[in-house]
Structure formats: C-alpha cells, structure tokens
C-alpha cells in the first residue's frame, strides 16, 4: 500500500505562485510514477503533469506547459507541484497519484493510477 497526503493548496490571486506537496509513504517508491490532477467543480478530473520517481523524467500537459514544475525530493520521499502565473481557470482540487507503471500504464489516464491522496483545493481569484 501507498499513502499519499497532498499539501500546500489554498487562495491566491491570479498571477500569484503556489507550491503543492505530496508526501509519499508505504513503500519504496523508485520504480512509480506520481502524477498531478485536478478536477473543477463540476468537470472530469484532468490530467495536469506526472514525474517518474527513477530518474526524474517529467511529463506536462499541453495546458500547463511553462507555468507547471514538477520536482521530487528523494530524501523526504515527496513530489512538489510548483505553479506559476496562477489564473482563475486553475482552480480546482488538486489530486497526487501514484503507480508503478506495469501493463499498459498511461501517464495522463487516471484510471491507471492505483493509490490517491484526498486532494488539496486550490483557488484563484480575478
């Protein structure tokens, strides 16, 4: 089993930064990949960016691109979801996943994720 406890949501004005957290425990994560997604109310839970534990090699989607870092600190077995030039669009509850990648294992599909954390709201004000 892994658990998964997101951090570091909250309110911010559009243009201002935030720095998400997911503390990983349970199990050696280095053969996993973490994953990012958020849902709006109302909308799909979307895809936003996912990092494999092994080497650090990230993957954002397009909507994101440049305003989203996606880091992992190895020693605190915790993943950080960095975003910039917040906008008001971006709001929504930010979810961290976590799969060790075997079978036909798509970094964007949620379904393919085994373990969740409860997620952390995140909202931007105009």
């Known amino acids: 089993q892994v658990q998964l406890v997101e951090s570091g949501g909250g309110l911010v004005q559009a243009g201002g930064s935030l720095r998400l957290s997911c503390a990983a425990s349970?199990?050696?994560?280095?053969?996993?990949?973490m994953g990012w997604f958020r849902q709006a109310p109302g909308k799909e839970r979307v895809f936003v960016g996912a990092i494999r534990w092994r080497g650090g090699t990230t993957y954002y989607a397009d909507s994101v691109k440049g305003r989203f870092t996606l880091s992992r600190d190895n020693a605190k077995n915790t993943v950080y979801l960095q975003i910039n030039s917040l906008r008001p669009e971006d709001t929504a509850v930010y979810y961290c996943?976590?799969?060790?990648?075997?079978?036909?294992?798509?970094?964007?599909?949620?379904?393919?994720?085994?373990?969740w954390g409860q997620g952390t709201q995140v909202t931007v004000s105009s």
């Open positions: 349970g199990r050696t994560l280095s053969t996993y990949a």
């Open positions: 996943a976590a799969d060790d990648m075997h079978g036909s294992f798509s970094y964007s599909r949620a379904a393919d994720y085994d373990y």
